[in-house]
């Protein structure tokens, strides 16, 4: 079994800064690729960023510059700072992370839960 909590979620005002969390644990093998995907009401999931095992990073066009993915494989924890957000960044964002289990030794993907963001005046 394999569980990704997201944390950090919250209220902030227009220009606010966030970090989001994303912590895995259970029977982890090894870690491949991570990411981050928002969802905003009304509109379908969409890719925000992404990071490789060895920490190369790729942006959403609409994120890039003021978005910053990390990640700690030694904790098997992800990050997202967020700076200069901005209400459209309002959305409930999800982890993902490509894990290779202890077990199976296969890759498969898993979802974190959510956290709600919201940038609101």
């Known amino acids: 079994q394999v569980q990704l909590v997201e944390s950090g979620g919250g209220l902030v005002q227009p220009g606010g800064s966030l970090r989001l969390s994303c912590a895995a644990s259970g029977s982890i093998f090894s870690i491949n690729g991570m990411g981050w995907y928002r969802q905003a009401p009304g509109k379908q999931r969409e890719w925000v960023a992404s990071?490789?095992?060895?920490?190369?990073?790729n942006y959403a066009a609409s994120v890039k510059d003021r978005f910053t993915i990390s990640r700690d494989n030694a904790k098997n924890t992800m990050y997202l700072q967020m700076n200069s957000l901005k209400p459209e960044d309002t959305a409930v964002y999800y982890c993902?992370?490509?894990?290779?289990?202890?077990?199976?030794?296969?890759?498969?993907?898993?979802w974190g839960q959510g956290t709600q963001v919201t940038v609101s005046s």
């Open positions: 993902v992370a490509e894990v290779v289990t202890t077990m199976t030794r296969r890759q498969n993907d898993y």
């Open positions: 990071v490789t095992s060895d920490g190369s990073t």
